[in-house]
């Protein structure tokens, strides 16, 4: 069993898991800076795809949260 990845980004955690899930290989949570997490079932193909896919969401928080 491969251990989840972890990594930080803009001072929030991204945590990625081979975990199968429909057409997914990889889940992924992030948590931010005040210890909110939230999860992502099908969070890609391969680890470096659910990474960056966590970076995405983590770059659209910020700026729903900065008022875009």
């Known amino acids: 069993m491969i251990?989840?990845?972890t990594d930080s980004y803009?001072?929030?955690?991204?945590q990625v898991t081979a975990e199968q899930n429909?057409?997914?290989?990889?889940?992924?949570?992030?948590s931010d800076?005040?210890?909110k997490t939230q999860h992502v079932s099908?969070?890609?193909d391969n680890e470096q795809r659910a990474l960056e896919r966590a970076r995405?969401?983590?770059d659209m928080e910020?700026?729903?949260?900065?008022g875009g």
Do not use: L, Y
């Not at 803009?10 to 991204?14: A, D, N, P, R, V």
């Not at 910020?62 to 900065?66: A, E, L, R, V």
């Open 42 to 44: 099908m969070g890609g």
């Open 56 to 58: 995405e969401m983590i």
């Open 22 to 30: 429909m057409c997914a290989n990889f889940s992924f949570d992030i």
């Open 62 to 66: 910020i700026s729903f949260h900065n």
């Open 3 to 5: 251990s989840p990845r």
């Open 10 to 14: 803009k001072g929030w955690t991204i």
């Open 33 to 35: 800076p005040t210890g």
